[in-house]
């Protein structure tokens, strides 16, 4: 039992506790092979490779039948540059029919060693001090120095490839993190970094790979389960995501990451009321995205909330907001008062909704509070279902006055197409979404149409790189403190929207207007697979990529129909 504890806590990354409990077990069994070898690996993460070595080879002592015994001490000899030991183990190792090409791996490793040269476990601790307190300049630096004077020491490089992936330097986290995995092909956390790395920047067939690598080497790497599962539904391949992240949770059952993930492509497939129950775990994640109601405050979807003051808080982004904010009169009819604690700028927008709710921008006192929630907890808590979208259409509703004053701005006798083409590149949920303005070229030369930028801040400056003409709206455009009031304004005066997955598309579909959003081949949970209309938003199309990344045949699909769209409409008119 104390065996089974220590591997528990070892795994939850509980150091100090898992060594206790290994320690004891030697206190009685100083012989027992698994708790000399896991003591080692504790040994090697803090780069106590002699106190490591001597805890491997009592474990081989014990039983030599264990290929992971082998691989340890092996791996143990190399990074101490005990080359002919390790040669020696390698040979015994493959006598006893171990596998052959891990081996090898370790053989290739050792023959690449040749810097005799390792840095002090001060060095050591003082780079790890730096990297825990969020000192990320020095980090780097100090990194690159460790990297630069010990060159085949892993150490350094894996702090370096963490630093350039919290800095945004993702290309050369790669580099670092595949220095890690050659120095070190034994290590499972090694593999998974790459892995995580290659998956933020898209390049997925090569993650699934290093995930696969980490998962070979520690079956129990829960996290690493978790992200091939979500690596596995980026490539549209559902069942096989959901058998990964259920072998997360099989591992460990209160993993809130894995859990949360499995609301993805349960949401994908349109199960709702499932993929939304799962999606309440990101309130449990380390990482919290938003707040959870105080325990004292929740509500239940059952109790009565009749002259009860209901608080939602907003969470995500605008585009959520704008979507979500739509089962504020469902809190209504059913008898709340309904306080909203949403961002200033978006008050004149939500204040056109139909809704007697109260719009704040700080929480009210808790003694003022009968039931609170997240935005993004809503949909569950009234078990939404495909059948039972609030699909009011629309919902919001454009300034009268502005949609004058725009519409005297903008050309009369023209098909007017309004267009966006970039969401944020630093949110994380954008990686494959934006495509470039240049795409709109075909669309531009569709006689009597005219494209009107409804996009602002970055990816605007592609405007001045074209060869074809977009109408700008100036900088008085969106300019005050309120947002999208004149987008929905010059939204009105277009005859249709063509957006990418960004707010753009939520405010286009919540005002009623004509929208066709060009999405990834896997796109956000929210538009689902397979059909080109949206439950959300009744008067949208969506066009998908057939392949991942080819955004040309989908905006060749699009000026199509424009083209058959707009003869349709002279038809008419003849």
Known sequence: QALQQGVTAHKEGKLEEAERLYRAILQSL????????????IAISVNQIEAALLLFKTALDVNSNIEQFWMSYIDALVKNNQLKDAKRAIKKAKKKG??????????????GVTDTKVPSQELLNSLLEQYQNGRLSETEKLAVSVTQEFPQH??????????????????????????????????AEAHYNL???????????????????????????????????????????????????????KIKPDYADALYNLSYPHLLRG????????????????????????????????KSLSGKHFVIYEEQGLGDIIQFCRYLPLLEQKGANVTFKVKPNLHALLQTMDSNSRLVTSLPQESEIDFETPLMSVPHLLNTSLETIPATNPYLFANQEKIQTWGKRVSMDRFKVGICWQGNKSNKMDVGRSFPLSLFEGISRIPNVELIS?????????????????????????????????????????????????????LAGAIGRPTWVALKQIPDWRWMLNRSDSPWYPMMTLYRQKFRGD????????????????????????
């Not at 919290?166 to 050369?172: F, L, P, T, V, W």
């Not at 938003?290 to 239940?300: E, G, K």
Request: glycine share 6%; proline share 3%.
């Open 271 to 302: 199960r709702l009321e499932k993929g939304f129950n799962f999606y309440e775990s990101r309130l449990s994640q380390s990482k919290q995205p938003v707040t959870p109601a105080r325990s004292n405050l929740t509500w239940d979807g059952e």
């Open 98 to 111: 171990f596998d052959a090409k891990k081996l090898q791996a370790l053989f290739s490793q050792s023959k």
């Open 195 to 249: 892995g995580n790395t290659l998956q933020v920047l898209g390049i997925l067939d090569e993650a699934e790979v290093s995930y696969r690598q980490a998962i070979a080497l520690k079956p129990d790497y829960a996290k690493a389960h978790s992200n091939l599962g979500v690596m596995l539904q980026e490539l549209g391949r559902l069942d096989s995501a959901i058998v990964s992240l259920k072998q997360a949770v």
């Open 551 to 574: 955004w040309v045949d989908v905006f060749e699909t699009i000026e199509r129909d424009l083209r058959s769209l707009l003869q349709q409409k002279r038809k008419r008119n003849e």
């Open 454 to 506: 409804l996009h602002k801040g970055e990816g605007e400056a592609q405007i001045v790189s074209i060869d074809f003409d977009v109408t700008t709206l100036g900088h008085d455009f969106d300019a005050g403190q309120d947002a999208f009031l004149d987008t929905a304004a010059v939204m009105m005066n277009c005859n249709l929207i063509i957006t990418s997955d960004t707010a753009i598309a939520h």
């Open 30 to 41: 100083p012989l027992h092979p698994d708790a000399n070898h896991n003591l080692g690996l």
């Open 154 to 187: 892993p150490f350094g490089w894996k702090v370096l490839g963490a630093v350039l992936v919290q800095i945004g330097r993702k290309s050369e986290a790669v580099d670092a993190n595949q220095t890690v995995v050659e120095l070190s092909p034994q290590d």
